[in-house]
């Protein structure tokens, strides 16, 4: 297994604390207002960010989230297929470039959401907390589910098989949090059943899963067995590292060795099950001296989620 962290698209302190703890791949959001360039569909942007980190000793295995606005491929408004044609040219710089792996969600209308961000952790540290209790009454929807369904099949075949003639390995990744409905759009990635039946719509061997430990627990799956499944089928592109307490309806963010997931055991199967691929800590509280403007991703439980999943790999 290879050992990643998202970092800023940027050159910054990260890219130095990441590589003195030992981690040698990066993942990158490379939309345009996080690296002052243009998207990434641009060859000479997505290169110069590739560039940049390989000079500092990293090398950019992923890119993840949204890279442009996706709202009309979701959608399913006027003006999607210009922009699924800058997902193709996306796709294929990625595979000039060797970057071979491309996280991707569904969620339309509003990305993964929290009700508070300032709960506290263990010895203070801030983490954040969804609870369906604490949202307004939900709007009627802006589309159905199957209408989000249609367009997820319509991005799907149309992306997929550019992925293929590009060498790179696109990996869903689960509605966050994954309930049925939020702020008026439907949820479709909620089930391990929802992502069957879209590697099934992709059929494709370089069409996955981002596995967010977490969301699956959310669900209510035994994520242990379900790794396995997606493992075996040679299905699991990329693994998030992160845990929770709580149900998909109302859950808080843990440390990443104080939730209720036995993680030791998690990366046995993986590993058990013929996983290579990357996995990165996720959703990190906030710490003692660091300021709560990027919660979630705050570096201090980075470096202690790193050297704790080393520490795991290393006894295995």
């Not at 970092?7 to 690296?35: C, F, H, M, N, T």
């Not at 039946?197 to 977490?214: E, K, W």
Request: hydrophobic letters at 40%.
């Amino acid at each position: 297994m290879k050992l990643a962290m998202m970092l800023p698209a940027r050159e910054d302190v990260r890219w130095i604390l990441a590589r003195q703890v030992g981690v040698d791949y990066a993942v990158v959001k490379a939309a345009s207002e996080l690296s002052g360039r243009l998207p990434p569909w641009d060859f000479d942007s997505l290169r110069e960010i590739t560039e940049q980190f390989s000079l500092r000793g990293l090398r950019v295995y992923a890119l993840e989230g949204d890279q442009f606005d996706m709202s009309r491929i979701k959608l399913g408004t006027r003006g999607r297929d210009e922009d699924i044609e800058h997902y193709h040219r996306m796709l294929r710089n990625m595979g000039r470039l060797e970057i071979p792996l491309l996280c991707c969600n569904f969620m339309a209308g509003v990305g993964w959401y929290r009700t508070r961000v300032d709960l506290p952790e263990r010895g203070g540290a801030l983490t954040s907390e969804f609870n369906l209790a604490d949202m307004p009454p939900e709007p009627e929807l802006k589309l159905t589910h199957e209408q989000l369904w249609e367009n997820f099949r319509y991005f799907l075949r149309a992306v997929v098989p550019v992925a293929e003639e590009s060498g790179v390995k696109i990996g869903i990744h689960p509605d966050d949090p994954p309930v049925s409905q939020l702020c008026g759009f439907p949820r479709i990635l909620t089930s391990s059943a929802a992502f069957r039946r879209a590697l099934a719509i992709a059929d494709s061997p370089n069409c996955g899963v981002t596995f967010c430990q977490a969301n699956f627990r959310a669900m209510g799956e035994d994520v242990a067995a379900l790794a396995a499944e997606f493992c075996r089928k040679k299905q699991l592109f990329f693994f998030h590292f992160r845990d929770i307490d709580g149900t998909a309806e109302h859950f808080r963010e843990t440390f990443h060795d104080n939730g209720p997931t036995d993680m030791p055991e998690l990366l046995r199967v993986l590993k058990a099950n013929g996983f290579d691929g990357i996995l990165r800590p996720d959703h990190t509280p906030t710490m003692a001296t660091e300021e709560n403007t990027q919660p979630g991703y705050a570096m201090l439980g980075n470096l202690f989620a790193a050297g704790y999943i080393r520490g795991i790999l290393d006894s295995q």
